[in-house]
């Protein structure tokens, strides 16, 4: 892949659809958008359907996360909505994530589209080694290969991971596996709630498939023109 307009995902975290659709038709150079649960349940799960109406792809990033069936059923209904990929959390465990692959795959073969694709949720990016341990479980760089692998033995597509754990990854998993990475953050702004971060150009370089900027975007004075440098500076890092 290598248009950087077809790797960049911008979020739209945002409360209301007019609000999100308003920086949609500005940013022209972006093909990708990113639905979270915020946007999804304000607009009544209609954002998904409205970006595909003014031609855009869409990451739905709703982290899918119960007993097997339920992950099953609701990744149907993704597929269902369009979306061009989704995920569910990888610490659902091997059964939920088969099951999900196996059910991505059904649909959409049944509605004769193009398969999404499925990506697990390894260790989120704003998460630390001290907040693993608060919680009990093991080190950033263990979990993230861990999950990652029985993503990949489950028949997922990829992972949703921190730019610092590519190389990881792409170690344990090789150069097919799909990384797409939020906690991208130019030099030029704020890191936020972020904790395991990249510029654009660093994600690239380091092997990422997609990369998700959100903020840095979204709340820039101009939204269009921070995308065009977030997108030149991709366009350095593979030349």
Known sequence: MDNAAQRLIVALDYPHW????????????????????????????????????????????????????TVAQACRQAVKHGAALFNVHGSGGRMMMKGAAEATKEQAQALGVRKPLLLAVTVLTSMNEKD?????MYGVQEGVVRLAKLA???GLDGVVAS?????????????????????????WAATGDQKRVMTPKEAVLAGADYLVVGRPIT????????????????KEAQQ
């Open 18 to 69: 007019d609000e999100a659709e308003a920086v949609v038709k500005d940013l022209r150079e972006v093909l990708f958008f990113k639905v979270g649960l915020e946007l999804y349940l304000s607009s009544g799960g209609r954002a998904v359907e409205k970006l595909r109406e003014l031609g855009k792809e869409v990451f739905l990033d709703l982290k899918f996360h119960d007993i097997p069936n």
């Open 132 to 136: 693993l341990e608060e919680i009990g």
């Open 152 to 154: 990949q033995e489950t």
């Open 163 to 187: 730019p610092r754990e590519i190389g990881l990854i792409r170690a344990s998993c090789g150069a097919d596996f799909k990384i797409v990475c939020p906690g991208v953050r130019p030099s």
């Open 219 to 234: 709340k820039a004075k101009s939204p269009r023109e921070a995308a065009l440098k977030v997108l030149e500076e991709m």
